[in-house]
């Protein structure tokens, strides 16, 4: 996966697509990202760089629940790879 910003807008795609909202605040993230499940918004460290919010994006997506038939095609094949890279790893 290339570390460009197409693919974290790609990846933000997914988690909107899914109906989670992703914004980047300051704060004190030990792991560069907050969830607060209740509304559905993935907060991220907003000094991250390319590379780190690709990286904080890919560890974030399986643990969510999303919505598969809401997915468009391209998000579908993504989150898939996605979910393999992560079962790959663990």
């Known amino acids: 996966m290339k570390y460009t910003q197409t693919t974290v807008d790609k990846?933000?795609?997914?988690?909107g697509e899914s109906g989670y909202v992703v914004r980047y605040e300051r704060g004190t993230f030990q792991s560069g990202w907050c969830l607060l499940e209740a509304?559905?918004?993935?907060?991220l460290n907003k000094f991250l760089n390319t590379e780190g919010r690709?990286?904080?994006l890919m560890e974030i997506i399986p643990?969510?629940?999303?919505?598969?038939?809401?997915l468009t095609?391209?998000?579908q094949k993504l989150y898939e790879s996605v979910v393999k890279k992560s079962v790959?790893?663990?």
């Open 54 to 56: 690709i990286n904080t």
């Open 39 to 43: 509304r559905s918004v993935v907060v």
């Open 88 to 90: 790959a790893e663990a």
């Open 63 to 70: 643990q969510l629940t999303i919505q598969y038939d809401k």
């Open 73 to 75: 095609l391209e998000s």
């Open 11 to 15: 990846l933000e795609d997914v988690l």
